[in-house]
Nanobody
Framework: VQLQASGGGLVQPGDSLRLSCATS?????????IGWFRQAPGKEREGVSC????????YYADSVKGRFTISRDNAKNTVYLQMNSLKPEDTAVYYC?????????????????WGQGTQVTVSS
C-alpha cells in the first residue's frame, strides 16, 4: 500500500490550494478511510479531515470546517483536499493516511498507512 501526497506550496493568506493523495495497493481491501493530517513545528499531529472510500462520509475538524473540502475520485484512486481562505495558522506539513478499520475518525492511531508529507506555508 502506498500513498503519495502532493500539491503543497507557498501561498498568501486568503489564497487556495488543492492537495492530492494518490493511493495504490488496496487490492484486497474493499473499503477504507483516507484522512488528512497536519503537523506544524513544535505541535502534535492534528487530524484535519477524512473521507470514506465507499460511501463518501466525511469529517472535518472545527478549525477547517467551512474552508476545506475533502473529496474522492475512486476511478483515479485519489483523494483531494481543497483548502480555501487559507490562514497563517494552516501552515504545516500535510500528510495523508489510510485506515482499514473503516471508521470516520482522525485519530492517528487508527491509521495503518501513511504517505510522505507535503509542505503548506501561508505567509504574506
Amino acid at each position: 500500500v502506498q500513498l503519495q501526497a502532493s500539491g503543497g506550496g507557498l501561498v498568501q493568506p486568503g489564497d487556495s490550494l488543492r492537495l492530492s493523495c494518490a493511493t495504490s495497493g488496496f487490492t484486497l481491501v474493499h473499503d477504507y478511510v483516507i484522512g488528512w493530517f497536519r503537523q506544524a513545528p513544535g505541535k502534535e499531529r492534528e487530524g484535519v479531515s477524512c473521507i470514506s472510500r465507499s460511501d463518501g462520509r466525511t469529517y472535518y475538524a472545527d478549525s477547517v470546517k467551512g474552508r476545506f473540502t475533502i473529496s474522492r475520485d475512486n476511478a483515479k484512486n485519489t483523494v483531494y483536499l481543497q483548502m480555501n481562505s487559507l490562514k497563517p495558522e494552516d501552515t504545516a506539513v500535510y500528510y495523508c493516511a489510510a485506515s482499514t478499520i473503516g471508521a470516520i475518525t482522525t485519530t492517528p492511531a487508527m491509521y495503518d498507512y501513511w504517505g510522505q508529507g507535503t509542505q503548506v506555508t501561508v505567509s504574506s
